[in-house]
């Protein structure tokens, strides 16, 4: 295993961590409340959702293609 596919499962790791706090932010109260009231999440849920997918991907990218 080289370092390339060690980044990319600790990214894979690290974005699915990152979108899961994402959506349990999303599904609070508070955070529900906002939405219905502003239309759209607060802006540290979406960074988290941005961030976990960003992460998950570039993960992905590293573990399927060959260095």
Same mark, same amino acid.
Not at 5 to 18: D, F, N
């Given at each position: 295993?080289?370092?390339?596919?060690?980044?990319?499962?600790?990214?894979?790791?690290?974005? *699915?961590?990152?979108? #899961? $706090?994402? #959506?349990?932010?999303?599904?609070?109260?508070?955070?529900?409340?906002?939405?219905? $009231?502003?239309?759209? $999440?607060?802006?540290?849920?979406?960074? #988290?959702?941005?961030?976990? *997918?960003?992460? *998950?991907?570039?993960?992905?990218?590293?573990?399927?293609?060959? $260095?």
């Amino acid at each position: 295993m080289n370092t390339h596919q060690i980044i990319g499962i600790l990214l894979l790791v690290a974005g *699915a961590a990152l979108l #899961y $706090f994402g #959506y349990q932010a999303s599904q609070s109260v508070g955070e529900q409340v906002f939405e219905t $009231f502003a239309g759209r $999440f607060t802006d540290s849920t979406t960074w #988290y959702l941005v961030a976990g *997918a960003a992460a *998950a991907i570039g993960g992905l990218v590293l573990l399927v293609i060959r $260095f």
